[in-house]
């Protein structure tokens, strides 16, 4: 055997137990990737935004600073690329309202999800329609944890005083999707912000469903009844007509 053959591995003939470093991925170069594949998802998020699904591959790697190879290395195709962005942004969302939810009061609680959503409206621009009409459900697996955790803030709204104790949960949580789901906060954020449609929406419901505006509703009434009742109820003091 000549060990200057440049195709073989004295080393690995004399010392077969033995593992060479270069043999061993490095943590730098793990980091790296990382790196990459958070430079990957950002760019995704902008082209996509940009451009709908009809994004390229090679528009996001340009975008990323990386070659298109490199982003086949961390994705199969362009649907698992957008596959990681949506399931990603759901997991992070997820996290902060759940966080929202079990910490904040209820009305605050409700006003942060509703805010998130139109967060996320503004952050994929022309992808927002294919997300909020279902079409892409089967990328991410739909917003069942989200009505989920409505729920339990509007319940736990309810339980300690905050919102209506006649509330109908159900028509509430069926109202509030409708306002993504259809379109109406795009449309609203059209002329204003995103974030003034989300305040509007937000000022919206909770007057509706707050315990306050119960009150008010029922002082109202009161009145309306005090000052159209008959004057045999109010009894005039004596020598008045």
Request: charged share 35%.
């Given at each position: 055997m000549n060990f200057n053959d440049t195709a073989v591995n004295p080393e690995m003939i004399l010392f077969p137990h033995m593992v060479r470093p270069a043999q061993v991925p490095s943590r730098?170069?793990?980091?790296?990737?990382a790196t990459n594949r958070r430079r990957i998802l950002d760019a995704a998020c902008a082209v996509f935004a940009s451009?709908?699904?009809?994004?390229e591959i090679r528009e996001?790697?340009?975008?990323a600073g990386v070659g298109v190879g490199t982003v086949y290395r961390h994705f199969q195709n362009r649907e698992g690329l957008l596959a990681a962005?949506?399931?990603?942004?759901?997991?992070?969302?997820?996290?902060?309202?759940?966080?929202?939810?079990?910490?904040?009061?209820?009305?605050?609680?409700?006003?942060a999800m509703i805010h998130a959503g139109a967060e996320v409206c503004e952050k994929f621009g022309a992808l927002t329609e294919a997300i909020l009409s279902g079409r892409l459900d089967s990328l991410h697996g739909g917003h069942a944890e989200f009505t989920a955790l409505l729920l339990k803030a509007l319940q736990r709204g309810i339980e300690e005083g905050s919102f209506r104790p006649e509330l109908d949960v159900p028509v509430v949580v069926a109202?509030?999707?409708?306002?993504?789901?259809?379109?109406?906060l795009v449309q609203l954020a059209s002329d204003r912000s995103y974030a003034e449609a989300a305040d509007a929406i937000s000022d919206f419901f909770l007057a509706a469903i707050s315990s306050t505006a119960r009150t008010d509703e029922q002082e109202g009434h009161h009145d309306q009844r005090e000052r159209t009742a008959p004057d045999h109820q109010h009894p005039r003091a004596p020598g008045t007509l």
């Open positions: 730098p170069e793990r980091s790296d990737a451009r709908g699904q009809d994004g996001i790697a340009e975008r962005l949506l399931a990603q942004t759901k997991q992070d969302l997820l996290r902060r309202l759940q966080v929202a939810v079990q910490t904040e009061r209820p009305d605050d609680a409700l006003r109202m509030l999707e409708a306002v993504f789901t259809s379109g109406t």
